[in-house]
């Protein structure tokens, strides 16, 4: 079983939708949770981190159960520029060693 | 412009052949760290560095070995490349002191052992 895993996707979806990925780790000592993106073949960017009080920056909600060990990013009013590959990220040792999910590839189409 | 700076961008090598990738910072930060990317396996981590002369495996160590001599500069280096280290490689560091869990990422080394 992966530590950290996401649908691969491709979720294909009309420019405007809203799209929700979600994500599981298994490492109950998991200490800080990130979404990152990630372009064709470029390098991956930070994105957002995830609290368990959830937040929000502009279309991008995301948010942390601890408990179910869940991590979920939902992006409203989805633009052809949200097409990406999005990573989930959960942290170990103070935020030293990363554990990647595979990724999922989202497509918005017009 | 605050970057992290990876050396070369493409690689072709064979088997065997001693090779070192550079990487380097601009913004200095005391943490740096390499990853690579497989298909299906999304990234992993290699080996990682808090400071000058510290330096921590991750998950996938073996057939890599990592220097970190001075605060900028973190080369990752495949003394025997086989082809299954094959990859995308990144590179990546963060300022310890900011309160900041943002990694800036490199743009990446394709490195292909024949």
């Known amino acids: 079983r992966k530590e950290v895993e996401q649908d691969p996707g491709p979720f294909n979806v009309p420019e405007g939708a809203t799209v929700a990925f979600n994500c599981t780790y298994s490492?109950?000592?998991?200490?800080?949770f990130f979404w990152y993106r990630q372009d064709c073949r470029k390098e991956p960017k930070l994105l957002m981190s995830?609290?368990?009080s959830g937040n929000e920056d502009g279309r991008f909600t995301a948010q942390l159960n601890r408990a179910s060990q869940y991590i979920s990013l939902l992006i409203r009013d989805s633009k052809l520029s949200d097409s990406a590959t999005y990573l989930c990220?959960?942290?170990?040792?103070?935020?030293?060693?990363?554990?990647f999910g595979g990724g999922t590839r989202l497509m918005v189409k017009p | 412009e605050a970057q992290v700076t990876q050396n070369p961008r493409y690689l072709i090598t064979v088997t065997g052949k001693k090779l070192t990738v550079t990487c380097s910072q601009n913004?200095?930060?005391?943490?740096m760290s390499w990853y690579r990317q497989d298909p299906g396996l999304g990234l992993r981590q290699i080996y990682y560095?808090?400071?000058?002369?510290?330096?921590d495996k991750g998950d996938v160590p073996e057939g890599y070995k990592v220097s970190r001599k001075e605060k900028r500069n973190f080369p990752l280096i495949l003394e025997s490349p086989s082809p299954n280290q094959t990859s995308l490689y990144f590179c990546?560091?963060?300022?310890?002191?900011?309160?900041?869990?943002?990694?800036?990422f490199g743009p990446g080394t394709r490195l292909t052992v024949l």
């Open positions: 990546a560091s963060k300022g310890l002191a900011e309160n900041t869990d943002t990694q800036y």
């Open positions: 490492n109950s000592a998991s200490q800080s």
């Open positions: 995830v609290y368990s």
């Open positions: 990220v959960v942290t170990l040792n103070a935020g030293n060693m990363l554990t």
């Open positions: 913004m200095n930060h005391e943490y």
């Open positions: 560095s808090m400071n000058v002369e510290v330096t």
